[in-house]
């Protein structure tokens, strides 16, 4: 909408649908059940964790709030140049594209993605960097859905 500087209407039923399917879901149901780059994540978080726990790295972390400046640089540079910047960057979209177009050159941002969260800061594109993650964070704020869990059990 940003980009392109009018609301169509079918993005308006199409938005809602999907907002109102993840305000019911829990928020971030997206990320752990859709999202083409989790599945990828926690393998690379369970390298990372393996080669922490033999001391062959350390785990770096960045200011949470990183991601919510990355939401409103994307919204702004969208609205700005009338392209989404951020789909271009996207390791969803890059992913998303390649299972349904096929392979391309954009997978090399995904792997050095991966090597990075092996190597340096585990799920640090789901952690500080990912604006959809934030947006269906904040939506499931209000989800009577709520996930929760006991460590002991």
């Given at each position: 909408m940003?980009a392109?500087k009018?609301i169509?209407?079918?993005l308006v039923?199409?938005?809602a649908t999907?907002?109102v399917l993840w305000v019911?879901?829990g928020g971030r149901?997206f ?9 990828l ?12 726990a ?6 770096h972390?960045?200011?949470r ?6 939401w409103?640089l994307?919204?702004l540079?969208?609205?700005a ?5 951020f789909?271009t960057?996207?390791?969803t979209g890059?992913?998303?594209?390649a299972?349904?177009y096929g392979p391309?050159?954009?997978l090399?941002w995904?792997?050095?993605w991966l ?6 800061s585990?799920?640090a594109?789901?952690?500080?960097f990912?604006?959809?993650g934030?947006?269906y964070?904040?939506v ?10 006991r460590?002991?059990?």
């Open positions: 940003l392109h009018h169509p209407v079918n039923i199409g938005t999907v907002f019911l879901l149901a990320c752990s059940w859709i999202c083409p780059y989790h599945l994540a926690e393998w690379a978080e369970r390298a990372h964790l393996y080669l922490v033999k001391k062959k790295i350390s785990d972390a960045f200011h709030g990183l991601r919510t400046v990355l409103l994307f919204a540079l969208a609205f140049t009338g392209y989404t910047v789909e960057l996207s390791l890059i992913l998303s594209r299972l349904i391309g050159l954009a090399l995904v792997l050095l090597l990075f969260e092996v190597f340096y585990r799920r594109w789901c952690r500080y990912c604006p959809i934030l947006t964070g904040a499931g704020l209000a989800t009577p859905v709520q996930v929760s869990y460590l002991e059990n």
